[in-house]
DNA sequence: TAGTTGAGTGAACGGGTGTTCACGGCGTGT
DNA sequence: ACACGCCGTGAACACCCGTTCACTCAACTA
């Protein structure tokens, strides 16, 4: 059975758990992740369900694994387009087109979050709005330095936060509902979310208290 | 003929209907209605699982005709919003007041369709966005009329309304998840949605195109 | 090299699931 | 007064579910 090198205990181990994390997220897509089954994911992943155990005590803790590697990638689009200079100069237009790019590359791991944020068991919905949480007070914090906030009440900067967060999440959600292959749909997304952001901007400067 | 206990052949069927559809609404509360089972909405509303097929082909048309109870609830939230004169005198303040209120009376309702919006089978997820489609074609005429807006785009003020609704939807969500008896949570929710609702309205003064 | 460890196996269990079916009983139209 | 129609019944079916157990056998360790 060697394929290609051989495999130490762990690295066989790990690649085990991925394939598990993997196959729950595909078939989380098709139908949510709360209606599918340890066996199905176990089936999928090529291993007897027993196996399932060796790697999580339940679904529920395969479930929290899963939220933590879709923020991960999440995290990493930021840091990834704070560093991107193009960004700062046309930030709503750079939003605009990272939000809506970065969703379809990632599209399984939105759409885990979006749905599961809401859908999904207690234990994976309070992690997800936790992480939700973190990710507000994180542009609470860029959003501080921007000209005409500057002087805001932090309660005010982080009201704007969770708008702008809010917003981003439902248009994830559209692009994660989007059927593939419709070029057309895609920009009038982004066309939308960009014309939201510029509206809510617009306010920013005659906001009082 | 007799007042009291005898029913005719109709009146105890709707009941038995009824029965179901309220024992779904109470159940999903709990645990999401994706996850509760036929045989589970039969036993609490007393009647035995066959008796199911009498009423609903599938938990999927009972899904159907949940979505259309709980819109027409929502839809009598705006009629009598509209009719109120101190609703238009104070525009954002009362939005607030009535969706906070209006969300925790009919808790059940807003739960259900906040949760299988995005969390539900795929022909009650339609069902949802559809209404919802539909409820932003309506608001989007209110707004219309508005004195900053009278002369927009269509397509702008369609945006305008899909911002609103959206936050609408979250706030709603925020409402349902809020443990019971907190009202500074309460309060607090209002609040932000107060002051959400201002920033975009400042918005409308200066935007073109 | 011999012994230990632990990831993966296959079978078995008890229980919940959707769906079907013949049947009983009661309101109903004749 | 009678026969019909239909809502609700209870049993049966074939599945799928999570979880357990003793097991194998290859990678590790001493």
Redesign the interface.
Known sequence: MAESAALTRQEQKERTRAALLDAALELSQE??F??ISLRQVAKRAGVVPAAFYRHFASMDELGLALVERSFATLRRMIRDAQRDPDVFAHIIDAAAEVLVETVKVNKAHFAFV???????SQAVREAINHELDLFVSELAVVLARLPNIENWSSD?VQ??A??FV??MV?NA?EVV?MPDGRPDLEAKIKE?AR??M??????????RS
């Open positions: 139908s949510g709360a209606q979006a749905r599961e944020r809401v859908g999904g005010d009201m704007v969770r708008l809010r917003n439902a959600e509902e939308g014309r939201q510029r509206l809510i901007v617009l306010g920013f400067e005659k906001w």
